[in-house]
């Protein structure tokens, strides 16, 4: 039975990986939960296309990070990010940021938790004329999560985005308020994998996989 359900839960993330070509951004799940007191190291790749304002377009932009982090208190984790980042027209360059994340699950109906994520992310990319990108982005996400009961592996989760950006003194987000859906899957205790999807005020896709220690 439970190797049955592996393959089912295997399948679900195999399909939210393949589902799209866009990837997304910085914040994993907002309503996530952790053990406290623990170590994680996550991969994460990410892809996103997002309109800028006055004009303009990051397009294709594709980032590989790796997040450590550790969980202060139970469903609270504060975490850092390093990584490069690159998108069209724009040389790969470091990108690199930091954020905390914590969750509140609800008493009467466990299942449930409410949180939220506040990330900030720098990003220096070379443009083509030579002059640096100089990317400033932060976000905040309040989202709730649901922790299915006959699949204790799965926990989708949905929150709304409010993304803030800051290039070149003068170049901004067009549309700075969005929203997320996504999922973690959790096979162990100590295997974490993320799979997400952004719209509105961007249109990407997250992935990430992490180790509990």
Not at 21 to 49: E, I
Not at 147 to 173: C, K, M, Q, W
Request: charged letters at 15%; hydrophobic letters at 45%.
């Amino acid at each position: 039975m439970r190797s049955r359900r592996g393959r089912i839960l295997c399948g679900i993330l195999i399909f939210l990986s393949s589902a799209t070509p866009s990837v997304a951004m910085y914040t994993a799940n907002p309503a996530g939960r952790w053990p406290s007191q623990r170590f994680f190291l996550a991969g994460d790749f990410q892809y996103v296309d997002k309109d800028l304002a006055p004009g303009g377009k990051i397009s294709d932009g594709v980032g590989f990070f790796v997040r450590p982090g550790f969980s202060i208190a139970p469903n609270v984790v504060v975490y850092g990010r390093l990584g490069v980042q690159t998108a069209d027209n724009v040389d790969a360059g470091f990108a690199g940021g930091f954020g905390v994340q914590g969750a509140y699950v609800i008493p009467s109906a466990p299942e449930f938790a409410v949180g939220a994520a506040a990330d900030f992310l720098y990003w220096d990319g070379g443009l083509e004329n030579g002059h640096s990108i100089d990317w400033l982005e932060f976000q905040l996400a309040p989202a709730v999560s649901y922790n299915i009961p006959p699949v204790p592996e799965l926990t989708p989760y949905a929150g709304i985005l409010f993304d803030f950006v800051e290039a070149r003194g003068s170049i901004g987000e067009s549309d700075p308020v969005g929203m997320l859906f996504g999922t973690n899957f959790d096979p162990t205790d100590q295997l974490r994998f993320n799979a997400q999807f952004r719209v509105i005020s961007e249109t990407g896709f997250f992935l990430s996989v992490g180790y509990i220690f």
